[in-house]
T-cell receptor
Framework: DAGITQSPRHKVTETGTPVTLRCHQT?????MYWYRQDPGHGLRLIHY???????DKGEVSDGYSVSRSKTEDFLLTLESATSSQTSVYFC?????????????FGQGTRLTVV | GEDVEQSLFLSVREGDSSVINCTYT??????LYWYKQEPGAGLQLLTY?????DMKQDQRLTVLLNKKDKHLSLRIADTQTGDSAIYFC?????????FGKGTTLSVSS
């Protein structure tokens, strides 16, 4: 695997609580992405980053925020978790724009909101 | 919206060839990808094809691209039980990879 570490790998949280997921890379890649995977939907882009402090929304960004203060770390925050955010979350990295470079995926974080 | 379509299930016998089909939406996509996901794991890039190619072969894998019909296929020759997994087709649109829902390949011995 490329040097991507997601933490935590599993989390159970209560509705209404804030949750932060971390993606850490050691590849010095410029682009970082957060996807969620749900049965019947494949993977859908939540947010992405194209540099330190440069982020933008993806297809399913409502209820999520992100931050990237260092090249190696990309944080995904659920400000007030809801049951619809129960999912498997994947971080991905790529050296350049995804249409011209391979994207590498982390192992995923399984989040359950009860 | 953008939809990448794949059949959901494919069942084959060990040693047979598997063909997984995909239709995509954006004719301007530069690259088209096939990813593999084993249970409990992340996605592993299997292969990709540049949009100006018709075919790409990589050991047991053959990718065919029909741009006119926006159809992509992945053929796995001599399928093994270790090939059992979910296979995702993806196209690049803007900053994102748009994924299909995945095809579950089941290989029986």
């Amino acid at each position: 695997d490329a040097g991507i570490t997601q933490s935590p790998r599993h989390k159970v949280t209560e509705t209404g609580t804030p949750v932060t997921l971390r993606c850490h890379q050691t590849e010095n890649h410029r682009y970082m992405y957060w996807y969620r995977q749900d049965p019947g939907h494949g993977l859908r882009l939540i947010h992405y980053s194209y540099g330190v402090k440069d982020t933008d929304k993806g297809e399913v960004s409502d209820g999520y925020s992100v931050s990237r203060s260092k090249t190696e770390d990309f944080l995904l925050t659920l400000e007030s978790a809801t049951s619809s955010q129960t999912s498997v979350y994947f971080c991905a990295i790529s050296e350049s724009f995804v249409g011209s470079a391979e994207a590498f995926f982390g192992q995923g974080t399984r989040l359950t909101v009860v | 919206g953008e939809d990448v379509e794949q059949s959901l299930f494919l069942s084959v016998r060990e040693g047979d060839s598997s063909v997984i089909n995909c239709t995509y939406t954006d004719s301007s996509s530069t690259y088209l990808y096939w990813y593999k996901q084993e249970p409990g794991a992340g996605l592993q890039l299997l292969t990709y094809i540049f949009s100006n190619m018709d075919m790409k072969q990589d050991q047991r894998l053959t990718v065919l691209l029909n741009k006119k019909d926006k159809h992509l296929s992945l053929r796995i020759a001599d399928t093994q039980t270790g090939d059992s997994a979910i296979y995702f087709c993806a196209e690049s649109i803007g900053p994102a990879l748009i994924f299909g829902k995945g095809t579950t390949l089941s290989v029986s011995s």
